[in-house]
């Protein structure tokens, strides 16, 4: 891997310091857009490019697998495999899109050596709780709170996706693996029967979304 070394080498008599311009509950921290703006340019001009994909993991009940590759232009490359960490939250989609860029950052950052994160920033709490943090009730005292007060209503599978909601769940989408998505597509053509048309404008309601996390938790299990 002697190409691969002499290129990282001068990768990082290149690369800067990385901006922390995204806030978090305990400070500032770098985003994955921040990482990635800072990180390429230098690699494209040391011959090197990272790449990210989802592989499913052996054994029952295993969690998929991050693949984060390193790869010069000699064809030598250095390959990082790490099982994802998804979150127990309510929302399973907001918690694995929290969870892929959380572990994208980190995986990123480590295979190049370097330290955007001085801090605990909690941040992993950050991104895979936002919905968790919006929808949480503020307390009241109890003489306040109406007694027959009635629980927010359940959004029914016809309902319409907020676009918050629908543009994640194309995030989530679009990080898998190429022939894990062609057969999540070919799967909402067929439940749907949606034979023609981008299927991202297809997606719209709650039926859509619960359908396409099971057959994600199916394909990549």
Known sequence: MSELVKALVAFHKEVPSISKDSKAQYGKYADLGGVLSTVTPPLSKAGLVIMQTFEPAEGEGA???????LVHTSGEECISRVPMIIGQGRNPLHDWGGSCTYQRRYAILSILGLCADMDTDGNLDLELQQEKKVSRPARKAESAKPADAAPAAEPKPN?????????????VIKELKADHKQELIKRFRKEFNYPEGLVKDKIQTYA???FLQNAMNEITA
Do not use: A
């Open 63 to 69: 969690n998929p697998l991050l693949i984060t590759k």
């Open 159 to 171: 309902d319409p996706m907020k676009d918050g909601e629908k543009e994640l769940l194309h995030g």
């Open 208 to 210: 859509h979304r619960t």
